[in-house]
């Protein structure tokens, strides 16, 4: 039962794929009605067309969650639908890597709306959303980037590196009202996002380096999304947990 969700109404962004989806299934499993964010329509659909032919149940959320009121918007529609708002996984992200003379400025706008704006926006609507008597859990999806940079990532670095100081910040502000704050920093994960930053080489030096012999599935990153957002977890706050294999802290 220390993992268990049943009743529980949890939104993750851009969950129609990747990492987001894996949770958002886990979730379900779990027990939780669980919000299905994504910009592209048929990537809501399948997810939430996979949740329910499982016997769970999810709800699609077609939103921008890239500016504020996109945000508050997917939020309400989600937690107006569900009734409550439990949980709020703030892990949609577009991400370029660029040398530093190549960054554009479209480029840095549009990274830093959705994967540090948004983040700041999603936390502040979810609050509005979470009943004062319940609390609530929210976690944040950094990267191992925001501890060891990889090359041409200052865009991608500086926003994850932030987003774990938004957690730390937003956990002491909001543990006074029962609601926790943590993120996930993962290692490379295979996913269809990150197809356009990978490569057998790459992908070969990183498992070369990581004590556990293998890059990380967005399996192992639900499992943590969903121990964080439970019981399990209830005197956790302002963490941020590395699911890397080792990568981070071995000296491979």
């Not at 959303?129 to 191992?144: D, F, K, L, P, T």
Request: hydrophobic content about 45%.
């Amino acid at each position: 039962m220390i993992y268990s969700l049943e009743g529980r109404a949890a939104l993750i962004t851009g969950s129609g794929h990747g990492i987001g989806a894996a949770s958002a299934k886990l979730m379900a499993s779990l027990g939780a009605v669980v919000g299905i964010n994504d910009l592209k329509p048929e990537f809501v659909e399948e997810t939430v067309a996979a949740i329910t032919a499982q016997g769970g149940k999810a709800i699609g959320v077609t939103k921008n969650v890239a500016t504020r009121d996109g945000m508050r918007e997917a939020i309400a529609e989600f937690a107006d639908k569900a009734g409550r708002l439990d949980i709020f996984v703030n892990n949609a992200a577009w991400v370029r890597y660029q040398a530093i003379p190549d960054i554009a400025p479209e480029t840095l706008e549009r990274m830093l709306a959705i994967g540090f704006s948004g983040v700041i926006w999603g936390i502040q609507a979810a609050v509005e959303r979470m009943a004062s008597e319940r609390g609530g859990a929210i976690v944040n999806i950094a990267s191992v980037a925001g501890i060891q940079s990889p090359p041409n990532s200052v865009v991608y670095s500086g926003i994850k590196a932030g987003v774990m100081g938004i957690t730390r910040a937003a956990a002491g502000e909001l543990g006074p009202r029962n609601i926790r704050v943590n993120a996930i920093a993962p290692s490379a994960v295979p996913t269809e996002g990150t197809m356009r930053n990978r490569s057998a080489e790459r992908d070969g030096k990183r498992i070369a380096r990581t004590p556990l012999g293998r890059l990380g599935t967005v399996d192992d990153i639900a499992r943590a999304v969903c121990y964080l957002a439970g019981d399990g977890a209830s005197f956790v706050t302002g963490q941020v947990l590395t699911v890397d294999g080792g990568i981070t802290t071995a000296n491979l």
